[in-house]
């Protein structure tokens, strides 16, 4: 701030350093309530006499410009609050479509909130009282110890080492051949799709997703200006005629991509079967169109064996792009995900992620690997599914027994889909709302935002007790509009 004070010989030293810092003031340079230098620090710094700053002080102190605190030093007084002119810029005018889409499909702003006095049927998140606390602290002290100071440093765009090895074995014992693929570690799936959306498409670009779908992956594939190609699902699933007859009609354009999630799908919860994967995969690789897998909840299977991810069947080739995270079971504010496929491809998206926000914090990744890498995740996994599965049969039969419907979806996971009979969900949810109880609508889950005779009930979060209550009072108030 006395970078630019010159000092003459023409006028007394004091006055001087007086008139440049009540300038400073004044023009807001030193900001009220700053702290100034001490007169022996100002004195060293300009290279003039102790006694010279002490008296502008005085003099600044006298016209209430500057006052001190004892013990804590002196500081700025400004009597400007205000700028001469207010500066106002028109950001609704500045602001990118992306930034446009983003904010009208943002759900968090857009839909009811949250209250603890609602019983709530939005989340599907992980029930945070299952974590195993006292083993994750384990694995922040046990990392922190091996890797001193480098795992608090920088670290690399594709990810943690030992990470990336464990998630390479993990994937190879879902039936995955990671010869010749490589994995990204991203800031959970969000993140993973956009990366590789950036990365390998164009505005106008046509994608293939199912109809309804996660609301996040719209919200992306819009924000990018693609044009998205809905295949619906219903009571029977992905409707394999509606799509070749819209691959037959789109010869001619150029589908980038295929995003489906095929273990309990979002909004619908359901497992697609082994046959229909496979079927699925075959058409794909027929019209040259890459899969792009949501690995969403996989490990929540309660029922049966595992169906091994659409990823297992694309051995030895590369059309198959798996995105992968444990937000939806186990620590969601870590944020990490990853992405697997063809090496070259992560080459590719390595240095995207570095471009865009150089790694994902080597401390979390750390953490996770020692606390996977120690067995803590088999045992929890195995507890989550009695829990969930629990849960699930409880609510899918509260729905069945006090929701009229037309079809009910769901086997598994975190959440059950129902589609009702000629209500309208909006005026649904806002009558319950009235009553304490919340949901989604199931219409943000459709590419054309239709369907409002749907909803989304998430139960990963209540007691069993809330989940009937929750679910007998959605019933009476659709009896109610029903007559």
Not at 4 to 24: P, T
Not at 152 to 158: F, P, R
Not at 262 to 278: A, D, K
Not at 405 to 428: A, C, M, P, Q, T
Request: proline fraction near 3%.
């Amino acid at each position: 701030m006395f970078s630019n004070l010159k000092l003459n010989d023409n006028e007394a030293i004091y006055i001087q350093i007086k008139d440049h810092i009540s300038s400073m003031i004044d023009k807001g340079l030193i900001p009220n309530n700053s702290k100034l230098p001490s007169t022996r620090e100002l004195s060293q710094l300009l290279n003039v006499s102790r006694n010279s700053v002490v008296l502008a002080y005085e003099e600044l102190k006298s016209e209430g410009i500057i006052y001190s605190i004892s013990g804590k030093g002196t500081f700025a007084k400004s009597k400007k609050n205000l700028p001469d002119s207010i500066w106002n810029i028109n950001w609704d005018c500045l602001e990118n479509d992306y930034s446009k889409t983003a904010n009208k499909m943002d759900i968090v702003k857009n839909e009811i909130p949250w209250r603890k006095d609602l019983i709530s049927f939005k989340s599907i998140s992980p029930n945070g009282e299952l974590f195993d606390i006292e083993e994750l602290k384990k694995s922040f002290l046990n990392r922190l110890s091996i890797e001193g100071h480098k795992i608090l440093n920088y670290g690399y765009a594709q990810g943690y080492k030992p990470l990336i090895d464990y998630l390479l074995k993990y994937m190879n014992a879902k039936g995955v051949d990671t010869a010749n693929k490589d994995i990204l570690i991203t800031n959970g799936f969000t993140e993973g799709l956009d990366l590789l959306l950036s990365s390998f498409i164009k505005k106008g670009d046509y994608i293939i997703c199912e109809n309804p779908t996660h609301n996040t992956a719209i919200k992306i594939f819009k924000s990018l200006g693609l044009n998205i190609i809905g295949i619906d699902i219903n009571n029977n699933g992905l409707d394999f005629d509606m799509l070749e007859e819209n691959l037959n009609n789109l010869k001619d354009k150029k589908i980038k991509f295929a995003y489906i999630t095929p273990s309990y799908h979002n909004p619908t919860g359901i497992v697609m079967s082994p046959e229909n994967r496979y079927k699925f995969y075959n058409i794909m690789k027929k019209h040259n169109i890459a899969i792009i897998e949501d690995g969403f909840n996989e490990e929540l299977l309660y029922s049966s064996s595992h169906i091994f991810p659409i990823a297992s069947l694309d051995n030895g080739s590369n059309g198959v792009i798996y995105i992968g995270s444990f937000s939806k079971i186990l620590f969601p504010g870590l944020r990490i995900g990853w992405i697997l496929c063809d090496k070259q491809v992560i080459s590719k998206l390595e240095s995207v992620k570095r471009c865009k926000n150089i790694h994902v914090s080597f401390l979390d990744q750390g953490i996770l690997y020692d606390y996977l890498s120690n067995g803590g995740f088999e045992k929890y996994v195995k507890k989550i599914r009695k829990f969930y599965g629990d849960k699930f049969t409880f609510a899918y039969e509260c729905v069945n027994k006090y929701i009229p419907n037309e079809y009910v979806l769901g086997d598994g996971g975190l959440h059950i889909f129902i589609k009702l009979k000629n209500i309208d969900s909006r005026s649904l949810l806002l009558k319950c709302h009235e009553n304490g109880v919340i949901f989604m609508p199931g219409d943000i889950f459709y590419v054309n935002n239709s369907h409002n005779d749907t909803i989304r009930l998430g139960f990963s979060r209540l007691t069993f007790e809330e989940i009937e209550s929750g679910i007998k009072t959605i019933g009476n108030i659709i009896k109610e509009i029903a007559k």
